[in-house]
């Protein structure tokens, strides 16, 4: 269902519930467990997330299982959700979706919840059609979707439901890089592994940095990225980077 494999100071996060990653209770419960390992990995700083399907990313929520589950059941699974977006924003590990198929409700949800989107070209579709069911986002689309494309267009989109483009996605704001579907992948793996080899712990400052400056204030958020900076000048991998500055080599970084 997921499999969570590591290379390095990188790991890959691979949905596989065919045919369309459709997510349950057991799926999220099943997410939650990986995060968790991920939380727990001391060597790897950066996160692919990635799929098995050629043709999709993920579809979000199982309709069928959703409307055959009590109300109860379904405040569970939206929260189980809600809880593994937030822990995905707050870890200190970057995330990256790699997307090549179609991405709709609470898959694209779990993408805007990751720090970077890298997808492929091609004809699948993106979408948060939860009005036409008669619901809004429950797992932060529209409070995510709007901060990542703006209020009005977030709302163009919210309020039909309607799906759109990949080219549009990109076009929006929503994905960071688009690129042929063959190279996605490897091209996904070789920024995760030069970004990985940086200083895990400024990494994780500069996650924090902007995740938790955009929401304050400049002046609060000057004052965050202050009180980051400040806890960085006496890590070794700070020693680390002005030494082999000096020394014209390349710093080996232990996240330390």
Known sequence: MITL????????????????????LEFMQTLAQK??????????????????????????????AFAQNTTEQNHQLVGQARANTA???????????????????????????????FAAHGGYLWGLPEIKLGLIPGNGGSQRLARLVGMSKALELLVTGDTFSTQE?????????????DELLPQAREY????????ALALAATKQAVRGGVQMSLENGLA?????????????????????FIEKRDAIFTGH
């Open 5 to 24: 494999t590591k290379n390095g100071r990188v790991l890959e996060l691979t949905f596989n519930r065919p045919p369309a990653n459709a997510y349950t």
């Open 35 to 64: 995060l968790d390992e991920i939380d727990a990995e001391q060597e790897a700083s950066v996160v692919l997330l990635t799929s098995t399907s050629d043709k999709f990313f993920c579809a979000g929520a199982d309709i069928k």
């Open 87 to 117: 822990q995905m924003e707050a870890s200190d590990k970057l995330f990256i979706a790699c997307i090549s198929g179609h991405i709709l409700g609470g898959g694209l949800e779990l993408a805007m919840a990751c720090d970077l989107r």
């Open 169 to 181: 996605a990109f076009e929006f704001g929503l994905v960071n890089r688009l690129m042929n579907v």
């Open 192 to 199: 995760a592994q030069r970004v990985a080899k940086g200083p």
């Open 224 to 244: 965050l990225e202050k009180k980051l900076c400040d806890t960085l000048y006496d890590t070794e991998d700070a020693a680390e980077g002005f030494n082999a």
